[in-house]
């Protein structure tokens, strides 16, 4: 299971740093790529960001290019998405997500294969 944490209430031009953490123990991140996506209200669901396992699988949406950057812990436990400069239009719940099925990030944004979500942690950004 993955849980989301982090969000909260900023200012325009202001940081957050949401967290992707997995359960059970012995649970590791490290086995499939982790993508967030984000949905806001009365909007469809977007793909934010993705990681794979390998070196240079990484895939930002133009929106978030150059602000957002996705980390993973050494213990393979956590991945988070530092979240940067952040605008008014990126309010939204942002959720992680994994699978078996998601072998790499070639298929990101689209979330088939993605069997694993959280449960969500809602992002508000003040003008």
């Known amino acids: 299971q993955l849980a989301e944490s982090g969000g909260g209430l900023v200012q325009t031009g202001g940081s957050l740093r949401l967290s992707c953490a997995a359960s059970?123990?012995?649970?590791?991140?490290?086995?499939?790529?982790v993508a967030w996506f984000r949905q806001a209200p009365g909007k469809e669901r977007e793909g934010v960001a993705c990681m794979g396992r390998g070196d240079g699988d990484e895939y930002y949406s133009d929106s978030v290019k150059g602000r957002f950057t996705m980390v993973r812990d050494n213990a393979g436990k956590s991945v988070y998405l530092q979240m940067n400069s952040l605008r008014p239009e990126d309010t939204a719940v942002y959720y992680c997500a994994n699978g078996r099925a998601y072998s790499d990030c070639s298929a990101f944004p689209s979330a088939d294969g993605l069997g694993n979500w959280g449960n969500g942690t809602p992002v508000t950004v003040s003008s």
């Open positions: 059970p123990p012995g649970y590791t991140l490290d086995y499939y790529p």
